[in-house]
């Protein structure tokens, strides 16, 4: 009898590997561990417990942590006479009689039952459920939960929530979970199991308080076991909302403590010694022949002192498309530079490191620094190892110790590129482990990060933001283009097109797709070719040797010479591309991007003070939710509240590539409670 207890009847019939099948008064359980298979609970069988597996649900934990979805609330009981055709509503009532018959025609079963309470009696309907004559008892009370058939000449009931009348009720009469299914589970199956589970917690021998008592007291947290109980089988919605506390809370405090616990392991590392030379920042901004904004003054400010602490530096730097994180990465670099430092600037794509190559040479020719480029497919030249800064994609990281003898900053663009993880690699490949030394390390994103999500999954981060654009740029005005309109939209680009002002035009493959309705970049160029033959259209994408599409670019680029009028690319143009001419970008199979991509698609163009406009082509039906996301997307141009919008809809671990990074996604907490974020982060520093 080893392992087993002693419990009340949960089922009619009990077997076990240790007993023989047999009715029961009382039963003997096997006690649970949290790493136990699902397979131990009653009733879960091979069959179950392979699409309990499809739900992610494999051990006991697993099923105690599948939360529901939703809840309905089926715990206020009306009476008969208060049922409507609109709403559903629960209802006590004593069967008075049952009947199930078989019809000649459809070959079906009709189940009715004629049911009373106080106010009044009526008939309820059921099809093709015969086994309810089994599970309905004449002179019984059940609790329904249904609404009036719209279609009934008289008042009945179509096929409504039952539940005989217990103790404890499990799917009607209480605030009832849904849960998230997969095809062949109902939601009353998993319902039972689940409750089957919550009632025999204390039979999971290990699962324990995992909050400190200090943690739960001070912040007035209810303990796991009742939170546990709470969020599956609330019994009032205070209850329910002090579950969703306290499980969300111990989400966002594990994400915290992380964090912190990175953060601490930087702090103990020393960081190069770089002057803040504010006169020489001076004089670098004011031969810049633009105007810097507020936020990118008071960034160069925050990098600057930074740059000059003994902890090396690990700042993150968010901004809108265009709202000019390279100028702020130039400055950074040129203090280091003249600190006799080395800078690595570690970019996604050739397309970006090209252009920052370009930029950076040009802003700085003032200033004797030499800089250099280097990739996959370039051949390290015997200069390169003497340069002061030097931009490339993952070639920097297999060629470190070749190039770098005093690395004092590392910059990388893009970062959501590289996901949370791969940037904590990134960091160690940089570190001197022995010396305990590393560089600074600032970190960009054109992905504009909400202030909570910042303080949570980049917690290990310093922050500077960037919400400001040059006064000088009009907003992209953006249009979601209907099929029937696709002509006379094509006619306007066309028509701009020979003003002068230059296109990109997008697909999202470079091949076509039997299984996806899509254009693809190929033959979309062709059929811009025919119809648009007026203008020299070029193509540009992923496959195109490295030396080809950057001369493509470099022609696009420069226009009063090359007349390129149309450049047909995939998203390969979606970051590093700075093209002031183009104004215009239209974006085929615009469903299949994700808002953060079509929003640094869209910021392609823009980039002057000239009016700028981006349309928007489906290449198929698009679904109601597509056409909500795409609607928002044209009529919103704040890259910070396409990011909420986006997170509210996907959670951070698609926006943000977090999934594949080791950051668990948020089942209850939401990234959107400021005050539950400030919470966490200062338990999770009392907890250091």
């Known amino acids: 009898m080893d392992n087993y207890n002693c419990c009340a009847v949960w089922d009619h019939t009990c077997s076990s590997t240790k007993l023989d099948p047999i009715p029961i008064i009382s039963c003997i359980i096997p006690t649970l561990k949290l790493n136990d298979s699902v397979s131990k609970i009653p009733l879960i069988g091979p069959k179950y417990e392979a699409l309990l597996l499809q739900l992610g649900a494999k051990t006991v934990q697993d099923l105690l942590y599948y939360f529901p979805r939703t809840?309905?609330?089926?715990?206020?009981?009306?009476?008969?006479?208060?049922?409507?055709?609109?709403e559903k509503k629960t209802f006590v009532a004593t069967v008075l009689k049952f009947s199930s018959i078989r019809t000649r025609k459809k070959?079906?079963?009709?189940?009715?039952?004629?049911?009373?309470?106080?106010?009044?009696?009526?008939?309820?309907?059921?099809?093709?459920?015969?086994?309810?004559?089994?599970?309905?008892?004449?002179?019984?009370?059940?609790?329904?939960?249904?609404?009036?058939?719209?279609?009934?000449?008289?008042?009945?009931?179509?096929?409504?929530?039952?539940?005989?009348?217990?103790?404890?009720?499990?799917?009607?009469g209480l605030i009832t979970p849904i849960y998230p299914l997969t095809q062949g589970l109902s939601n009353k199956w998993l319902r039972s199991r689940i409750k089957w589970l919550i009632d025999k917690l204390d039979y999971v021998t290990d699962l324990e308080e995992t909050l400190p008592k200090k943690i739960t007291t001070k912040y007035k947290l209810t303990n796991l076991f009742e939170a546990l109980r709470a969020i599956h089988f609330p019994e009032t919605q205070k209850e329910l909302k002090a579950a969703e506390t306290r499980l969300g809370f111990e989400e966002l405090l594990e994400i915290q403590v992380k964090m912190l616990k990175r953060k601490k392991s930087i702090e103990q590392l020393t960081g190069p010694s770089i002057n803040p030379d504010r006169t020489l920042i001076k004089e670098f901004i004011s031969k810049l022949d633009f105007e810097l904004t507020q936020g990118q003054t008071?960034?160069?400010?925050?990098?600057?002192?930074?740059?000059?602490?003994?902890?090396?530096?690990?700042?993150?730097?968010?901004?809108?498309?265009?709202?000019?994180?390279?100028?702020?990465?130039?400055?950074?670099?040129?203090?280091?530079?003249?600190?006799?430092?080395?800078?690595?600037?570690?970019?996604?794509?050739?397309?970006?490191?090209d252009q920052h190559y370009q930029t950076f040479t040009q802003t700085l020719q003032d200033y004797d620094i030499k800089i250099s480029q280097v990739s996959s497919n370039k051949n390290i030249e015997a200069d390169t190892k003497n340069a002061d800064i030097i931009i490339g994609t993952h070639a920097l990281l297999h060629?470190?110790?070749?190039?770098?003898?005093?690395?004092?900053?590392?910059?990388?663009?893009?970062?959501?590129?590289?996901?949370?993880?791969?940037?904590?690699?990134?960091?160690?490949?940089?570190?001197?482990?022995?010396?305990?030394?590393?560089?600074?390390?600032?970190?960009?994103?054109?992905?504009?990060?909400?202030?909570t999500l910042a303080l949570t999954l980049f917690g290990d981060l310093e922050v500077s933001e960037l919400k400001e654009?040059?006064?000088?740029?009009?907003?992209?005005?953006?249009?979601?283009?209907?099929?029937?309109?696709?002509?006379?939209?094509?006619?306007?680009?066309?028509?701009?097109?020979?003003?002068?002002?230059?296109?990109?035009?997008?697909?999202?493959?470079?091949?076509?797709s039997e299984k996806l309705q899509v254009k693809s970049v190929k033959t979309l160029f062709k059929e811009l070719q025919e119809s648009l033959p007026d203008l020299n259209v070029k193509l540009l994408h992923g496959k195109i040797k490295p030396k080809e599409k950057q001369k493509t670019l470099d022609d696009f680029s420069n226009f009063k010479d090359e007349k390129i009028h149309t450049l047909v690319s995939t998203s390969v143009i979606e970051v590093g591309i700075d093209i002031?001419?183009?104004?215009?970008?239209?974006?085929?199979?615009?469903?299949r991007f994700g808002l953060a991509q079509l929003h640094q698609l869209r910021g392609r163009v823009?980039?002057?003070?000239?009016?700028?406009?981006?349309?928007?082509?489906?290449?198929?039906?698009?679904?109601?939710?597509?056409?909500?996301?795409?609607?928002?997307?044209?009529?919103?141009?704040?890259?910070?509240?396409?990011?909420?919008?986006?997170?509210?809809?996907?959670?951070?671990?698609?926006?943000?590539?977090?999934?594949?990074a080791g950051i668990p996604d948020l089942k209850i907490a939401s990234i959107f409670d400021m005050e539950l974020v400030k919470k966490t982060r200062e338990a999770a520093l009392e907890m250091s």
């Open 107 to 172: 070959r079906m079963t009709i189940q009715s039952a004629l049911v009373e309470d106080d106010s009044a009696q009526i008939d309820i309907m059921w099809f093709n459920q015969p086994f309810l004559k089994d599970s309905l008892k004449v002179g019984e009370k059940y609790i329904f939960s249904g609404k009036l058939n719209p279609k009934s000449y008289k008042p009945q009931v179509s096929s409504p929530e039952h539940e005989p009348i217990k103790e404890s009720q499990t799917h009607v």
């Open 469 to 512: 654009k040059p006064s000088s740029r009009k907003p992209v005005k953006t249009h979601l283009v209907p099929e029937n309109k696709r002509e006379d939209a094509l006619k306007w680009i066309e028509k701009k097109a020979k003003t002068g002002i230059q296109i990109f035009w997008i697909a999202p493959l470079i091949e076509e």
């Open 580 to 591: 002031p001419n183009a104004n215009i970008i239209v974006i085929e199979g615009a469903e």
């Open 71 to 86: 809840y309905f609330d089926s715990s206020k009981v009306h009476e008969i006479t208060d049922l409507d055709r609109e």
């Open 399 to 451: 060629q470190k110790k070749e190039l770098f003898s005093n690395l004092g900053l590392t910059i990388i663009d893009e970062q959501h590129k590289f996901g949370v993880e791969q940037r904590e690699d990134l960091r160690k490949t940089f570190t001197n482990k022995t010396k305990k030394n590393a560089p600074h390390f600032l970190t960009m994103t054109a992905t504009p990060i909400p202030r």
């Open 606 to 660: 823009g980039r002057s003070e000239k009016q700028a406009w981006c349309f928007l082509f489906t290449s198929t039906k698009p679904t109601s939710d597509q056409r909500k996301r795409l609607r928002y997307f044209a009529k919103e141009n704040d890259g910070f509240n396409l990011a909420e919008f986006d997170l509210q809809r996907r959670g951070p671990g698609e926006v943000y590539g977090t999934r594949q």
């Open 298 to 353: 008071k960034a160069i400010d925050e990098l600057a002192d930074d740059l000059s602490d003994k902890k090396p530096m690990n700042r993150l730097l968010s901004g809108d498309v265009g709202s000019g994180k390279t100028i702020i990465a130039i400055a950074a670099s040129l203090l280091t530079v003249k600190s006799s430092k080395q800078v690595a600037i570690l970019v996604p794509t050739t397309v970006l490191a």
